[in-house]
């Protein structure tokens, strides 16, 4: 089993950054793809970021490039997410996941946390 917790989440303005961290227990997550998820009022969950197991591979939402970063740090059992320049539409809750590989889809990750809200304000 693993067990995800995100933190660094809150409420800022339009324009500002945040870094999203995940926390990770078990000891296999260096075996694990991990992915950012988001999920705004009325809307479905969606993809935002995805690293795979290696660390050398990412992948972005078209809404979110060269705004945001992924990383890992196998050491600290930990990925983040680093989010520049944030708009409004950005408000959701922020989940991390890991699965088998770095896809988009929600259903190719097999664990979740709990999520972390983001508020940008205009």
């Known amino acids: 089993q693993v067990q995800l917790v995100e933190s660094g989440g809150g409420l800022v303005q339009a324009g500002d950054s945040l870094r999203l961290s995940c926390a990770t227990s078990?000891?296999?997550?260096?075996?694990?793809?991990m992915g950012w998820f988001r999920q705004a009022p009325g809307k479905e969950r969606e993809f935002v970021a995805a690293?795979?197991?290696?660390?050398?591979?990412?992948g972005y939402a078209e809404f979110v490039k060269g705004r945001f970063t992924i990383s890992r740090d196998d050491a600290k059992n930990t990925v983040y997410l680093q989010m520049n320049s944030l708009k409004p539409e950005d408000t959701a809750v922020y989940y991390c996941?890991?699965?088998?590989?770095?896809?988009?889809?929600?259903?190719?990750?097999?664990?979740w946390g709990q999520g972390t809200q983001v508020t940008v304000s205009s």
């Open positions: 996941a890991a699965g088998r590989a770095a896809r988009s889809s929600v259903d190719r990750y097999d664990y």
């Open positions: 078990g000891r296999t997550f260096s075996r694990y793809a």
């Open positions: 690293i795979d197991w290696s660390g050398s591979g990412t």
